[in-house]
């Protein structure tokens, strides 16, 4: 089935660290994005990708970065610079074309704790 | 894309309908409306979104206003399970991102 994975799915990371979550998807989907979660409040987009080697900054983008070299894949590099990078980090997927059926498709979710 | 508002919390008794609004007063003519839900510590589902004609699928039905600036999600026959965080979204079919609210929490009560 196709469907988008997010790894891993809980991540722990000493201050001053960077990491990275993945995320891949066999949808043939050509946007994916990066979304950010607190406890008790909505999603905010970090960064957005439309087309390989191309990305957008969102909402909320200062202490990340991220890299689109293949379609599949969309890493998130959570950085040091990141102040407060305990969340819940959700990928979604989005065909570029056309209101799709579907919309976003999400993964199930990262879970970042900093120790 | 175009703002949405929604009420923080609403409850439903299991078995009854659950009307969810949305108001997004500044949708322009090419931007559909999207509703997801998530379930706790989950990843946002899809459930359905449409234009201007109210829709039906298996999960729920969309009626939009005729002027566009407000929709209710309807979920016939609540359910524990339908127990989520319920959001409304306005985009245009090629527009790059999307902006998440905080959405309404649905508590369905036995």
């Known amino acids: 089935d196709g469907g988008i994975t997010q790894s891993p799915k809980y991540l722990f990371r000493k201050e001053g660290q960077n990491v990275t979550l993945s995320c891949e998807q066999n949808?043939?989907?050509?946007?994916m994005y990066w979304y950010r979660q607190d406890p008790g409040q909505g999603l905010r987009l970090i960064y957005y990708?439309?087309?390989?080697?191309?990305?957008q900054k969102g909402d909320i983008a200062e202490g990340y970065s991220v890299s689109r070299e293949k379609k599949e894949s969309f890493p998130l590099t959570v950085t040091s610079a990141q102040k407060n990078p305990t969340a819940f980090y959700l990928c979604?997927?989005?065909?570029?074309?056309?209101?799709?059926?579907?919309?976003?498709?999400f993964g199930s979710g990262t879970r970042l704790t900093v120790v | 894309d175009a703002k949405t508002t929604q009420p923080p919390s609403m409850d439903c008794a299991e078995g009854r309908a659950a009307n969810l609004p949305c108001n997004h007063s500044?949708?322009?003519?090419?931007?559909?409306v999207y509703w997801y839900r998530q379930i706790h510590s989950q990843g946002p589902q899809y459930i359905i979104h449409?234009?201007?004609n109210n829709e039906t699928n298996e999960m729920a039905s969309l009626i939009i206003t005729e002027d566009r600036k407000s929709s209710t999600l309807i979920l016939p026959h609540a359910t524990l399970r339908d127990t989520a965080v319920y959001y409304c979204?306005?985009?245009?079919?090629?527009?790059?991102?999307?902006?998440f609210g905080d959405g309404t929490t649905l508590t369905v009560k036995p």
């Open positions: 449409g234009l201007k």
């Open positions: 979604a997927s989005r065909t570029g074309t056309g209101a799709t059926r579907h919309g976003y498709t």
């Open positions: 949808l043939n989907h050509d946007a």
């Open positions: 990708s439309q087309i390989v080697n191309d990305f």
């Open positions: 979204i306005v985009r245009g079919a090629n527009a790059g991102k999307s902006t």
């Open positions: 500044t949708i322009s003519g090419n931007e559909y």
